[in-house]
């Protein structure tokens, strides 16, 4: 079983930065692609960004590219992400995800991952 917990979070106004991170722990992380997703109230999970176990693939949203980095550590196990020029409707609790050994055409698809954290509040002010 892998547990994560998500950090960083919080309150920031439009064009502003965040770092959000995400902590893994229990079984080994070594297989498991990462992703963050996020969920604003009254609308569905949506995919935000994607990375490969090693690192060497990644994936993000339409609505993020340019301005969202998903990174990992695997010596560490830490995912993150940073998200420079936010805007209100980035506003969203974000969730982190771990799916073991996914395919890149599977990482916009919540059901296909087996771990998820508790999620963190992102609130954009405009």
């Known amino acids: 079983q892998v547990q994560l917990v998500e950090s960083g979070g919080g309150l920031v106004q439009a064009g502003g930065s965040l770092r959000l991170s995400c902590a893994a722990s229990?079984?080994?992380?070594?297989?498991?692609?990462m992703a963050w997703f996020r969920q604003a109230p009254g609308k569905e999970r949506e995919f935000v960004a994607g990375i490969s176990w090693s690192g060497g693939s990644t994936d993000y949203a339409d609505s993020v590219k340019g301005r969202f980095t998903i990174s990992r550590d695997n010596a560490k196990n830490t995912v993150a992400l940073q998200m420079n020029s936010l805007k209100p409707e980035d506003t969203a609790v974000y969730y982190c995800?771990?799916?073991?050994?996914?395919?890149?055409?599977?990482?916009?698809?919540?059901?296909?991952?087996?771990?998820w954290g508790q999620g963190t509040q992102v609130t954009v002010s405009s």
């Open positions: 995800a771990a799916g073991f050994l996914l395919r890149a055409t599977t990482w916009g698809t919540p059901k296909t991952y087996d771990h």
């Open positions: 229990g079984r080994t992380f070594s297989g498991y692609a």
